[in-house]
């Protein structure tokens, strides 16, 4: 079982950051893919970008240019720069490690309103 810990959600105004964190309870987080998805009230859970075990990224087109995906395996962390935050990234954060079973987080929400 792999323990998954989001944090650093908050309220934020349109145009301001967020850094999210997500630790993980063991070591295998380094030889996974981790991935950050988002909720929003009455929508899907849709990916937000995804950083495989040697570092390559992808992201959601919704967020290219705005957010960057990284992560220090020596803190079992993964982390989700969010810039130039918009009304639209409003949602529950979630980080997943992408094992054939998946193990999700906590969530942490994320809320940009003026």
């Known amino acids: 079982q792999v323990q998954l810990v989001e944090s650093g959600g908050g309220l934020v105004q349109p145009g301001g950051s967020l850094r999210l964190s997500c630790a993980a309870s063991?070591?295998?987080?380094?030889?996974?893919?981790m991935g950050w998805y988002r909720q929003a009230p009455g929508k899907q859970r849709e990916l937000v970008a995804h950083?495989?075990?040697?570092?390559?990224?992808n992201y959601a087109d919704s967020v290219k240019g705005r957010f960057t995906i990284s992560k220090d395996n020596a803190k079992k962390t993964v982390y989700l720069q969010m810039n130039s935050l918009k009304p639209e990234d409003t949602a529950v954060y979630y980080c997943?490690?992408?094992?054939?079973?998946?193990?999700w987080g906590q969530g942490t929400r994320v809320t940009v309103s003026s």
């Open positions: 063991k070591t295998i987080f380094s030889i996974y893919t």
């Open positions: 997943k490690l992408e094992t054939n079973v998946g193990f």
């Open positions: 950083i495989t075990s040697g570092g390559s990224t």
